[in-house]
């Protein structure tokens, strides 16, 4: 079968619920569960926390809206969609920028998916049972240190990514996100429980909601910045991609909000479940990387039913990384897809083997590559880092002024409101965002984290 361009032959979401739970699929992931602890941790706690919200409310759910509706407009994917809305000029290179990213952050993302993978099976074999708090640590950093293991587990996750991706949209994406994601909810609330009733738990929520600003650095503002878009799925076209598969009766700003609210609830749940333990069992809220994995299994062990929670946890932190990770990949397959003519399959195919091949190097760079760094970071910090704080704000930022100036208002409003009415102050409070709050605030903190300016 041959698949002309052509909006009929594209596939796409079958109902309203199943465009919230693809879009909330992507968005809620490891950004969520072992990322966002883990740099609040780092960065110093509430305060973190609290300029990350307001990044996601003024910056986000603006820039979310943005993706959605040129998605639609266009019915393109990331690059093409600039093609399409702004022919011959140079938007479309924001595209670039994005498939770019999208390589990147699936190549660390696959290994971390990994690691809770090895974890699933560590939680069946009763893997952390009697061990104290300094044993789980070096369970972990021997895990991730090791040349091999690791490395099978990432090349397993991505060709699950890869087999989901290569079904398609709407029967691999949509059905799957559907029914796993209240059950991750559930299993949220019941370690916030645990955690809170821990001994010792109000320090932990004091570090998560009692802010100290004079902890703020530029760094961890830029970083706030930069995992507001990581979280919420933008500034990369994945949320383009996810929008030209969405219909015409879609309520654009609803369905913004909603997924800008789910991941950003679950965030908060994975700080509660988290830190709360952090303290009550004397680990050093900085430790990085490893803070969900070595945190939780301490939990486990003192919960009643702890043995069937942390393969239920595992599993669905391994689901809902999956949920986010074929999102990822299938920006680059759309792209490959629409702008080389390529079939589905080998789109899939060829993008799952190179993006794996730059995975195995930052797997490896946890261990015996270790030694060599850029910039101070190690190859998985690297991709981590540039992708997270350069390329996705800088996305974002010619994301917003695309719609804000270029679009112009009116189309813009057209879109939105083909879904169903709006109040016309929201939408001035849209344009508003878009046209000035986003990028200059992005600009700022973009050139203040890199040190070309200092605040
Ligand atoms: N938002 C996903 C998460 O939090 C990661 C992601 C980033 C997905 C960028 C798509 C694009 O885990």
Same mark, same amino acid.
């Given at each position: 079968?041959?698949?002309?361009? @052509?909006?009929?032959?594209?596939? +796409?979401? @079958?109902s309203?619920? $199943?465009?919230v739970?693809a879009?909330?699929? +992507?968005a809620?992931g490891?950004?969520?569960?072992w990322k966002?602890?883990?740099?609040?941790?780092? /960065?110093g706690?509430?305060?973190?926390?609290?300029?990350?919200?307001? %990044?996601?409310?003024?910056?986000?759910?603006?820039?979310m809206?943005s993706?959605l509706?040129? $998605?639609?407009?266009?019915?393109?994917n990331?690059? #093409?969609? %600039?093609k399409?809305l702004?022919?011959k000029?140079?938007w479309?290179?924001i595209?670039?920028?994005?498939?770019a990213a999208?390589?990147?952050?699936?190549?660390? /993302?696959?290994?971390?998916? @990994? *690691?809770?993978?090895?974890?699933?099976?560590?939680?069946?074999?009763?893997?952390?049972?009697t061990?104290?708090?300094?044993?789980l640590n +070096?369970l972990?950093?021997?895990?991730?240190?090791?040349p091999q293991?690791?490395? /099978?587990?990432q090349?397993?996750?991505?060709?699950?990514?890869?087999?989901?991706?290569?079904? #398609?949209?709407?029967?691999?994406?949509?059905?799957?996100?559907?029914?796993?994601?209240?059950?991750?909810?559930f299993?949220?609330?019941?370690?916030?429980v645990?955690?809170i009733?821990?001994? @010792?738990?109000?320090?932990?929520?004091?570090? &998560?909601?009692?802010?100290?600003?004079s902890?703020?650095?530029?760094?961890?503002?830029l970083?706030? =910045? !930069?995992?507001?878009f990581?979280?919420?799925?933008?500034g990369? !076209?994945?949320?383009?991609?996810?929008?030209?598969?969405?219909n015409?009766?879609?309520?654009?700003?609803?369905?913004?909000?909603?997924?800008t609210?789910?991941?950003?609830?679950?965030?908060?749940?994975?700080?509660i479940?988290?830190?709360?333990?952090? %303290?009550?069992?004397?680990i050093?809220?900085s430790?990085?990387?490893?803070?969900v994995?070595i945190t939780?299994p301490?939990?486990f062990?003192?919960m009643?039913?702890?043995?069937?929670?942390?393969?239920?946890?595992?599993?669905?932190?391994?689901v809902?990384?999956?949920?986010?990770s074929?999102s990822?990949?299938?920006?680059v397959v759309a792209?490959?897809?629409?702008?080389?003519r390529?079939?589905?399959?080998?789109a899939?195919?060829v993008a799952?083997?190179?993006?794996?091949?730059?995975g195995?190097?930052? +797997?490896l760079?946890?261990g015996?590559?270790?030694?060599?760094? =850029?910039f101070?970071?190690?190859?998985?910090?690297l991709?981590d *880092?540039?992708?997270a704080n350069? &390329?996705?704000p800088?996305? $974002?930022?010619f994301?917003?002024?695309?719609?804000g *100036?270029? =679009?112009?208002?009116k189309?813009?409003?057209?879109e939105?409101?083909?879904? $169903?009415?709006?109040?016309?102050?929201l939408l001035?409070i849209?344009?508003?965002?878009?046209?000035f709050?986003?990028?200059?605030?992005?600009?700022?903190?973009?050139?203040?984290?890199i #040190?070309?300016?200092?605040?």
């Amino acid at each position: 079968m041959s698949h002309k361009p @052509g909006i009929k032959l594209r596939d +796409s979401f @079958g109902s309203k619920f $199943g465009v919230v739970a693809a879009a909330a699929g +992507s968005a809620v992931g490891l950004g969520n569960i072992w990322k966002f602890p883990y740099i609040t941790g780092v /960065y110093g706690g509430a305060a973190f926390l609290f300029v990350y919200l307001g %990044f996601i409310l003024a910056i986000g759910l603006p820039i979310m809206l943005s993706e959605l509706l040129i $998605g639609r407009r266009s019915g393109r994917n990331a690059f #093409g969609a %600039f093609k399409k809305l702004a022919p011959k000029s140079a938007w479309k290179y924001i595209g670039l920028l994005g498939i770019a990213a999208a390589f990147m952050i699936l190549s660390f /993302y696959g290994v971390v998916a @990994g *690691w809770s993978i090895q974890y699933i099976i560590l939680s069946i074999q009763d893997g952390f049972a009697t061990k104290s708090p300094e044993q789980l640590n +070096s369970l972990f950093t021997m895990l991730i240190e090791s040349p091999q293991k690791p490395v /099978y587990l990432q090349l397993i996750f991505m060709v699950l990514t890869g087999a989901i991706v290569i079904v #398609g949209v709407k029967k691999g994406i949509e059905k799957f996100t559907k029914i796993l994601m209240p059950i991750l909810v559930f299993i949220l609330l019941a370690l916030c429980v645990k955690a809170i009733t821990l001994p @010792g738990a109000e320090r932990g929520l004091e570090f &998560l909601f009692k802010p100290d600003f004079s902890k703020l650095t530029s760094e961890g503002i830029l970083s706030a =910045l !930069g995992h507001a878009f990581f979280s919420l799925s933008l500034g990369m !076209g994945t949320l383009i991609t996810y929008g030209s598969y969405i219909n015409r009766e879609n309520n654009l700003l609803r369905t913004a909000v909603q997924v800008t609210a789910a991941d950003t609830i679950i965030a908060i749940l994975s700080g509660i479940a988290i830190f709360p333990a952090v %303290f009550a069992f004397g680990i050093e809220p900085s430790s990085g990387p490893g803070l969900v994995f070595i945190t939780l299994p301490n939990v486990f062990q003192q919960m009643p039913g702890g043995y069937i929670f942390s393969i239920l946890f595992f599993l669905l932190l391994t689901v809902a990384a999956l949920t986010s990770s074929i999102s990822i990949l299938e920006v680059v397959v759309a792209y490959f897809k629409e702008e080389f003519r390529l079939k589905r399959k080998p789109a899939t195919i060829v993008a799952t083997i190179l993006i794996s091949t730059l995975g195995i190097f930052c +797997s490896l760079s946890m261990g015996v590559l270790e030694p060599y760094k =850029l910039f101070g970071l190690n190859f998985f910090d690297l991709m981590d *880092w540039i992708s997270a704080n350069m &390329l996705l704000p800088l996305g $974002g930022l010619f994301i917003a002024l695309f719609v804000g *100036w270029f =679009l112009g208002a009116k189309k813009v409003y057209h879109e939105i409101l083909k879904g $169903g009415s709006v109040k016309r102050g929201l939408l001035y409070i849209f344009i508003f965002l878009l046209r000035f709050i986003a990028p200059i605030a992005i600009a700022i903190v973009f050139m203040d984290g890199i #040190g070309l300016i200092s605040l």
